[in-house]
């Protein structure tokens, strides 16, 4: 079976630390992976999204990036981060097709005081 | 540019009623999905319906598509207190992306 990892479960950096975020899959080849960003008490928004090792697609303009150096890794990061940087950030994956629904990580919680 | 609105936002109903949540989105797409997410939690896939006409029931939940209205619903029926959660409705993005367009989410309570 197929099960998505993500470290750390809980993160607090000062502003203009850099930031690394990690996300692995296992038991599945070749997966669509996003990272998307949570506010408290609001929507999803989705960040990045990769459909193959070094393929990243940016929604948001901003501090963040990200990179897929291996088929089930996602990584984001930051150079500086910045008070509004603070959320739950969630990775997911989803078979290539999209005809299946996305599977979450357990998440990311990020505080920057 | 596809969009995904829910509504209501906030639900606060009592144990044993029946309700709806409903999801509108604004282009073509024949797959959406709902999740639940729990405080402080991630999201959990509940349900995928993927062609018009599309009804899934797990329990006390029972989502429907409806690709021509573009509309979803997803049903509650005789609330627990269990199902207190926000809800999300997502629909995917057919043009050629890869993307999964999520909508605001719906916080229901459910009071004993």
């Known amino acids: 079976s197929q099960t998505i990892h993500q470290w750390p479960a809980t993160l607090v950096q000062p502003v203009g630390s850099p930031l690394s975020l990690e996300c692995t899959v296992e038991g599945t080849s070749n997966p669509n992976l996003y990272w998307y960003r949570q506010a408290a008490g609001r929507g999803l928004q989705l960040l990045f999204y990769?459909?193959?090792?070094?393929?990243i697609s940016s929604e948001v303009p901003q501090n963040l990036s990200a990179s897929r150096p291996q088929d089930r890794q996602f990584i984001l990061s930051s150079k500086k981060l910045l008070l509004s940087d603070s959320g739950f950030y969630l990775c997911?994956?989803?078979?290539?097709?999209?005809?299946?629904?996305?599977?979450f990580g357990p998440g990311t919680r990020l505080t920057v005081l | 540019e596809l969009k995904v609105e829910q509504n209501p936002l906030f639900l606060s109903m009592q144990e044993g009623k029946n309700y709806t949540i409903y999801c509108n989105y604004s282009?073509?797409?024949?797959?959406l999905y709902w999740y639940r997410q729990d405080p402080g939690k991630s999201l959990e896939s509940l349900f995928v319906?993927?062609?018009?006409?599309a009804v899934k029931q797990e329990g006390r939940l029972m989502a429907s598509l409806d690709t021509k209205a573009r509309l979803s619903t997803l049903h509650i029926t005789a609330a627990v207190h269990d199902l207190s959660a926000t809800y999300f409705c997502?629909?995917?993005?057919?043009?050629?992306?890869?993307?999964?367009?999520f909508g605001t989410g719906t916080r229901l309570k459910v009071l004993a």
């Open positions: 319906l993927l062609s018009n006409g």
């Open positions: 997911a994956w989803s078979v290539v097709s999209v005809r299946d629904t996305q599977y």
């Open positions: 282009t073509t797409s024949d797959r």
């Open positions: 990769s459909v193959g090792i070094g393929q």
């Open positions: 997502a629909v995917a993005d057919v043009s050629g992306t890869y993307k999964y367009i």
